[in-house]
């Protein structure tokens, strides 16, 4: 799962850690693939079991596993052990029981005692000119000649590459939907330096878009963006410059700037340790004022407004309870350590960025899917201000999965009260695949989603 600020993440980690010195029926398997730490990935792809589901199985970053999914949001990890793929639940490492057996490369596959055929799709692999940059992109469209919805994905703040790893490209053509996807600049086959800038990254999603329309030519319909996480911000911002852009989905994202995540993240540190009263909430906001400042600075302001809030509230309980994106960690550590670690990383974060004025006037209709459990990108306040603009008439639809964490995936909490995130929200996939194809929602129930603003 991606954090918004991966600096942030690490520089976290690097100072924290200083300073802490049914079985398949066998006779009808296919040939089973070699064993233990075998290179998996000529398997990813997508295939029609008996039974009529689709099943996508997808690259990870360890060559010797896989992750399959189905489009009821079910999914797991594959890896061999002992000699044996085990598929493991969600993102957990708990054994869920499903068995699979791959054939030799390109054959079919056993899922849980169905059988699978591996589809064909119409691929086109492409090179393009982003804003200064080359970009490596594929487009993906069913078999044939018909005219097909095409989405084109958005990345978030991950710095691998969407061309190898993003399950759309698999999963998402089984309903008839194309998908083009391209690594981001300074990620896998492009040029250029990885950014967290924006304006550039929507620069960069417009050129794919048009890239997507050329290949694809008379084959592509209805197009459009998908963002998730940090592409909430890029993908309406790419729709507002690309007039051929008509539609948005957005997920998990916010509609609040870039300081809103480590602030929000605080309000959930304290209301779960017990601290949620006004008060506390009104002084840990002095606080995330303050490292919001040095952390949107690169360290250059805001040391004399952290010594404030540090002489006022240092010693009071809720103070050890605050963690966010990046606030407890500035608070408890000197300037000179944190110049240390941004020095590491600079990424030309768009910390000034508010997406409200694109939201307010862009006219290309937006669906945003929101995770009402969401600790990585807290919802409420997004929740608030999307249902204002629905009812004020802007063309947005926004829906909440009420128990979802971000990535819209559901969880459970292990011992240590840590999450285990176990799949993908149900009805999750289906609502995107609906709105790209159709631009409505027309499918209700989608698992426990509710709408919050825009019509039905």
Same mark, same amino acid.
């Given at each position: 799962?991606n954090?918004?600020?991966p600096?942030i993440?690490?520089?976290?980690?690097?100072?924290?850690?200083?300073?802490?010195?049914?079985?398949? +029926?066998?006779?009808?398997?296919?040939?089973?693939?070699?064993?233990?730490?075998?290179?998996?990935?000529?398997?990813?792809?997508?295939? #029609?079991?008996?039974?009529?589901?689709?099943?996508?199985?997808?690259?990870?970053?360890?060559?010797?596993?896989l992750?399959?999914r189905l489009?009821?949001?079910?999914?797991?990890?594959?890896a061999?052990?002992?000699?044996?793929?085990?598929?493991?639940?969600?993102?957990?490492?708990?054994?869920?029981?499903?068995?699979?057996?791959l054939?030799?490369? %390109?054959? &079919?596959?056993?899922?849980? &005692?169905?059988?699978g055929? #591996?589809?064909?799709?119409?691929?086109?692999d492409?090179?393009?000119?982003g804003?200064?940059?080359?970009?490596?992109g594929?487009?993906?469209?069913p078999?044939?000649?018909?005219?097909?919805?095409?989405?084109?994905?958005?990345?978030?703040?991950?710095?691998y590459?969407?061309?190898?790893?993003?399950?759309?490209?698999?999963?998402?053509?089984?309903?008839?939907?194309?998908?083009?996807?391209?690594?981001?600049?300074?990620?896998?086959?492009?040029?250029?330096?990885?950014?967290?800038?924006?304006?550039?990254?929507? +620069?960069?999603?417009?050129?794919?878009? #048009?890239e997507?329309l050329r290949?694809?030519?008379?084959?592509?319909? $209805?197009? &459009?963006?998908?963002?998730?996480?940090?592409?909430?911000?890029?993908?309406?911002?790419?729709?507002?410059?690309?007039?051929?852009a008509?539609?948005?989905?957005?997920?998990?994202?916010?509609a609040?700037?870039?300081?809103?995540?480590?602030?929000?993240?605080?309000?959930?540190?304290?209301?779960?340790?017990?601290?949620?009263?006004?008060?506390?909430?009104?002084?840990?906001?002095?606080?995330?004022d303050?490292?919001?400042?040095?952390?949107?600075?690169?360290?250059?302001?805001?040391?004399?407004?952290?010594?404030?809030?540090?002489a006022?509230?240092?010693?009071?309980?809720w103070?050890?309870?605050?963690?966010?994106?990046?606030?407890?960690m500035?608070?408890?550590h000197?300037?000179?350590?944190?110049?240390?670690?941004?020095?590491?990383?600079?990424? =030309?974060?768009?910390?000034?960025?508010?997406?409200?004025?694109?939201? $307010?006037?862009?006219?290309?209709?937006?669906?945003?899917?929101?995770?009402?459990?969401?600790?990585?990108?807290?919802?409420? =306040?997004?929740?608030?201000?999307?249902?204002?603009?629905?009812?004020a008439? $802007?063309?947005?639809?926004?829906?909440?999965?009420p128990?979802?964490?971000? %990535?819209?995936?559901?969880f459970?909490?292990?011992?240590?009260? =840590?999450r285990?995130?176990? $799949?993908t929200? =149900?009805?999750?996939?289906?609502?995107?695949?609906?709105w790209?194809?159709?631009?409505?929602?027309?499918?209700?129930?989608?698992?426990?989603?509710?709408?919050?603003?825009?019509?039905?």
């Open positions: 799962m954090l918004f600020l600096r993440a690490a520089l976290t980690a690097a100072l924290f850690a200083a300073a802490a010195v049914q079985a398949a +029926d066998t006779r009808s398997a296919p040939k089973a693939a070699a064993g233990k730490g075998a290179d998996l990935s000529c398997h990813v792809g997508a295939y #029609r079991l008996d039974d009529g589901r689709a099943l996508a199985l997808g690259r990870i970053d360890d060559p010797a596993a992750r399959w489009l009821d949001g079910r999914t797991g990890k594959l061999n052990k002992d000699g044996a793929l085990v598929s493991t639940l969600g993102w957990s490492d708990r054994a869920d029981g499903v068995k699979v057996q054939g030799q490369c %390109g054959e &079919g596959i056993v899922f849980d &005692g169905h059988r055929e #591996r589809l064909k799709f119409d691929i086109v492409t090179t393009f000119e804003a200064g940059v080359k970009l490596r594929r487009l993906v469209l078999a044939g000649q018909d005219k097909v919805p095409v989405v084109v994905m958005v990345h978030g703040s991950e710095n590459s969407g061309v190898d790893l993003y399950y759309q490209q698999h999963l998402f053509p089984t309903e008839g939907v194309g998908v083009f996807v391209y690594d981001k600049r300074g990620t896998g086959g492009s040029s250029g330096k990885y950014t967290q800038n924006f304006h550039e990254l929507s +620069d960069d999603a417009g050129a794919a878009l #048009r997507a290949v694809g030519g008379a084959r592509v319909g $209805r197009i &459009g963006y998908l963002g998730g996480s940090q592409g909430g911000w890029v993908a309406p911002l790419a729709a507002s410059k690309t007039p051929q008509q539609f948005v989905e957005v997920g998990f994202g916010l609040d700037g870039v300081l809103a995540e480590d602030r929000d993240q605080v309000v959930l540190d304290l209301r779960a340790a017990g601290f949620g009263d006004a008060p506390t909430l009104r002084k840990a906001r002095e606080l995330t303050a490292t919001g400042l040095i952390a949107s600075t690169n360290g250059k302001r805001g040391w004399k407004e952290l010594d404030a809030a540090r006022k509230y240092s010693k009071q309980p103070w050890k309870a605050v963690k966010g994106e990046y606030s407890g500035i608070a408890n000197t300037p000179a350590e944190i110049a240390a670690e941004f020095a590491k990383y600079d990424f =030309e974060v768009s910390w000034d960025y508010d997406p409200m004025p694109v939201l $307010r006037t862009l006219k290309t209709p937006q669906l945003w899917m929101l995770g009402g459990d969401d600790i990585e990108a807290p919802s409420e =306040e997004t929740q608030k201000r999307l249902t204002a603009l629905g009812r008439g $802007r063309p947005i639809t926004s829906v909440v999965f128990q979802a964490d971000h %990535g819209i995936l559901e459970e909490k292990d011992a240590k009260g =840590e285990q995130h176990t $799949r929200a =149900e009805g999750y996939v289906r609502m995107q695949l609906d790209i194809k159709r631009g409505t929602l027309d499918g209700w129930p989608y698992g426990t989603a509710k709408q919050l603003a825009g019509p039905k």
